[in-house]
């Protein structure tokens, strides 16, 4: 619309005179009267002009860029890099979890015993609490089947705990040993799995399942379950062993090789006691969480090798 500087220059001048009641406006982003700069310096309105311009062409470019870093996804920049590093959103309380002797510290089950919150670690036996729990004293609860319960409490002030969740070990209480008969099979064979069970602590353990069998085998190839499971039987009747300090029982298990799709190599087997009684959702596979739970027990136990030609 203007061509020339000093016809917008005319313009604004003009502009103020006509309006003096535009005096004691100020400009939102300076806090500068308008009307004084136009009166006396009507060139510096138009460089202030620019230059508010400019500063809003760069913050919404700067809030563009803001949304699409909120959007990206695995490929995009870690927006938690930029706002210093931390991996952690800052809205959360976390803790970790050790299984003793083990290099798989998942599916450790944490529960807030003051309320019903029950969540499950990741494979580094971490965990995270939402800090917006209430102020006051809580307790958190840290299982997993064949070891060791613990407990800790911490109390939140402000938001924010007195001090940081120590880092909780649970002590392994049941060793699990599997030993087949022999190491080579064929077709059609039936393979006689002998399982150790021995306490490893100084108290008495008892295993319970809510069903029998309580003894349970699986074989698997490539990391895959293709023979029985790490489940209790269908029978009736409850079941339970109970294991002094140091003590080894033992228990035989037998499986025909019967099914020619199995093929030749080489295959795992697992074996233990199912406790259902204590431990429901590890030794079922009604859910896909609770399949996910028996999962991971897989990963604490010592299998035995065999080969079948």
Known sequence: MYQKVDDRIEYLRQKALKQPDFGPKR???TGINIARVIEKSPLRYVEMRNRAAQFVI???????LALGLIGCGDDGMDIAAIAGGSEN???VLQGQVLLENMDHHGS???ELKEIDLSLLT???GVYSLPNEIAEGQWTVRATYPFFSAREQSFTMVNGVPESDLETMELVQEVFFDVEPEKLIYTYGETVTINLHVTNVVDYDVTLSSLTSPMTAFAVRHEGVTVVGGLFPGQGAEPQSVTLAPGETQDFVLNWIIDNPELGAGEFQIYALLTISETFPDYFTSDSE?????NESLFDKLVPATITIQ
């Open 108 to 110: 450790i089950r944490i």
């Open 89 to 91: 959103p800052p809205d």
């Open 27 to 29: 400009n939102i982003l």
């Open 122 to 124: 990741d494979d580094e």
């Open 289 to 293: 969480a609770a399949a996910e739970l």
């Open 58 to 64: 760069i913050a919404a470019v700067l809030g563009l």
